[in-house]
DNA sequence: TACGTTCTGTACTAAGCAGTACATATTTAG
DNA sequence: CTAAATATGTACTGCTTAGTACAGAACGTA
């Protein structure tokens, strides 16, 4: 059991032959892969392509399908979702709902990434083998929703928010919208169109 | 080539040995397969188990599998999304939106038929086979919000919206919310859940 | 009774899937 | 120079998939 990280300890000399790709690279282009097709319709075939690598190698490496998937999605968390954590520290609720919204118009709608959300695409029933890992993208997601209702509670405390608006109620409205806009962006709607509804869903916050 | 409907030209008299099955309830427990499972996600084994038939009677009655899909999605907008029709017809743009919202709860959220939009599941990218179903699934979305922009478009020249707002973007505002929630339902989320969601969408809408 | 027609069930085909055995190549340690 | 260790590429395994061939069963008609 030795805990040799990716990126290497440095002082510790490898002993056997030297790997001939990069593990970040590798895994950068399997999330690519992932986030097009979905973990069903990946193949292994298609990540191997797409990593330029053989099975073999895969597997010595990340282990198998399922692990593959998971480092992947982590990976697509801390790349591609941190503007969740920033925008959870802007100081008004409805800075936050901004910075959500055009966040997620950056990430799921740019051009040089797949559309839509992975997450929302791990999340809708497929194949058999998809369930565990549907089960634990859906824990990830309620997660950082509590963390968005945690945020306008305070938000209201702080009297930011009007004393008639639910904030669970707001938060679980907030990431609908921000999933209905994943939906539409896998299904192809272009960019101008999401940017109407996005500024149409900040026309209608509350308190604007 | 005879046009012998599902339910009999009445006169016909059937020639060989006779059907066993209802190909109504058949498809309709097909229906069922495909919206908890996607397209991909059902197997023609489960398909067939659901149906109680066999593969050679699936495919003499149905065609294949992707036909077998097609009609099931048929038989979904006509009886399933048939509030959709009924909303646009509300006298006012908000009763609209009222009646699509709650429209979905009840179709997507209820407990005698699977989570979330059928719809919704198809056009999320999983096999490869599936492809050609989902540009036809979002097509057939695509004139649905098309009929939804149409009647807000309506709803503004009747002085019904405030002249600041936008029908186009309030129409695939309106879409997103609905497709979001199907997301949430599709991932588990309790009935409560979506109708605080539902209240506060309300809540937020223009000209409330 | 015999025939044509249609449905049913068993058993199959060919292809694609995730995962692996094994021989070979390339490295460090001694 | 040899041995241990790791990576690689080819070729495979076993399984599941959609779709079908074929024999037999059940009907109307003659």
Same mark, same amino acid.
């Given at each position: 059991m030795?805990?040799?990280?990716?990126?290497?300890?440095?002082?510790?000399?490898?002993?056997?032959?030297p790997r001939e790709f990069d593990p970040d690279e590798a895994? %950068?282009?399997?999330?690519?892969?992932f986030w097009q097709k979905g973990y069903d319709g990946a193949s292994?075939?298609?990540?191997t392509e797409a990593m330029g690598i053989t099975k073999p190698s895969l597997y010595a490496c990340f282990g198998?399908?399922? %692990?593959?998937?998971?480092?992947?999605?982590?990976?697509?968390?801390?790349?591609?979702?941190?503007?969740?954590?920033?925008a959870l520290e802007e100081p008004t609720a409805r800075l936050v709902a901004?910075?959500?919204?055009?966040?997620?118009?950056?990430?799921?709608c740019g051009d040089s990434d797949p559309q839509g959300c992975l997450g929302v695409i791990s999340t809708m029933p497929c194949g058999i083998e998809a369930?565990?890992?549907? %089960?634990?993208?859906?824990?990830?997601?309620?997660?950082?929703?509590?963390?968005?209702?945690a945020r306008f509670k305070q938000a209201r405390d702080e009297g930011d928010l009007p004393d008639h608006v639910d904030p669970e109620g707001l938060a679980n409205y907030l990431t609908t919208v921000l999933q209905?806009?994943?939906?539409?962006?896998?299904?192809?709607?272009?960019?101008?169109?999401l940017k109407r509804i996005?500024?149409?869903?900040?026309?209608?916050?509350?308190c604007a």
């Open positions: 030795q805990a040799a990280s990716a990126t290497a300890c440095a002082g510790s000399a490898p002993r056997g032959r895994l %950068a282009s399997a999330l690519r892969v292994m075939a298609e990540l198998n399908k399922e %692990a593959l998937f998971r480092k992947a999605l982590d990976l697509y968390e801390r790349d591609k979702l941190c503007y969740v954590r920033s901004e910075r959500m919204l055009n966040g997620a118009l950056a990430t799921h369930e565990t890992i549907r %089960a634990d993208v859906i824990a990830r997601r309620r997660s950082s929703e509590q963390a968005m209702i209905g806009l994943s939906v539409k962006a896998t299904s192809g709607t272009d960019r101008e169109s996005v500024q149409t869903a900040l026309a209608c916050w509350p």
